[in-house]
Structures are given as C-alpha cells and as structure tokens.
C-alpha cells in the first residue's frame, strides 16, 4: 500500500514571491518614514524662521530699531538654527477712500545662514508710523 503524505509546505516559488512582497512593502515603508522625517524637520526650520522674522519685525514696531528707508542684512538666531536676514523698508500710501496717513513698510525675509538666501525659509510684512 502506499502511503499518503498529509502535510504539505509551501513551494520555493511561494516564498520567494512572498519575499519579494515583503521587500517592496518594507522599502515603501522606510522612504515614507524618511520622508516624514525630512518634512517635519523642514516644517520646523521654517515656524523658527517666521518666529524670528516676527521678532524682528516686533523690534522695528516697537522702536527699539531705526525705520530709515532702505535695506539692511543681518543674521539672527532662533532656536538651534541661524538664519540671514533681509529688511527692506520703503514709503506706503495705502488706498482708501478716507485719508490715511503715510505709514513704512517693513519686509523681513529670512533664510538658512549656512546655505544661504536660496533657502528661504519665511518672509514677514508690517506696517509703521514714520
């Protein structure tokens, strides 16, 4: 008589192609997880940046810097990050249809020192009295 065999196991091509799944589920996972990584670190250098460009806008608000028409550059510093500046300052007539009196404009744009203004990171507007 011949005996039956009950237990069956899975054939190498079974496992290979359930490897082969295994290998591509896993690699997704590891590119969305640096991925994520990436951003975060990115989302977190530009609030420092906008924080820093309010800060110095706040400066300029407050008077504790000269509103004189023009540009100035400058580094600062927020966090574990340096940033280079750019404050642009110019006249602004706002439009209404009531008189309003001439105020500055003040434009902040900031950027990672190390790399350089190519990486903008934030830019922050505001309005002062002369």
């Known amino acids: 008589m011949r005996s039956r065999r009950n237990d069956r196991g899975f054939t190498l091509l079974e496992v290979l192609v359930a490897l082969t799944i295994l290998g591509v589920a896993l690699a997704a996972l ?3 997880g640096a991925d994520h990584a990436r951003n975060t670190a990115y989302l977190q250098e530009r609030t420092m ?4 460009g309010q800060n110095i806008l706040a400066e300029y608000e407050t008077g ?4 004189a028409e023009g540009n100035r550059n400058g580094e600062v510093a927020m966090g574990p990050y340096r940033f280079g500046f750019q404050v642009n300052i110019s006249a ?4 209404a ?3 309003l009196p001439a105020v500055q404009r003040i434009d902040v744009r900031l950027w990672m020192a190390e790399l350089g203004e190519k990486y903008q990171r934030a830019s922050v ?5 002369p």
């Open 97 to 99: 249809p009531i008189p």
């Open 49 to 52: 940046a906008h924080w820093a």
């Open 30 to 32: 590891v590119k969305g």
């Open 64 to 67: 504790m810097r000269p509103t």
């Open 125 to 129: 507007s505001g309005f002062v009295l």
């Open 92 to 95: 602004y007539t706002p439009q």
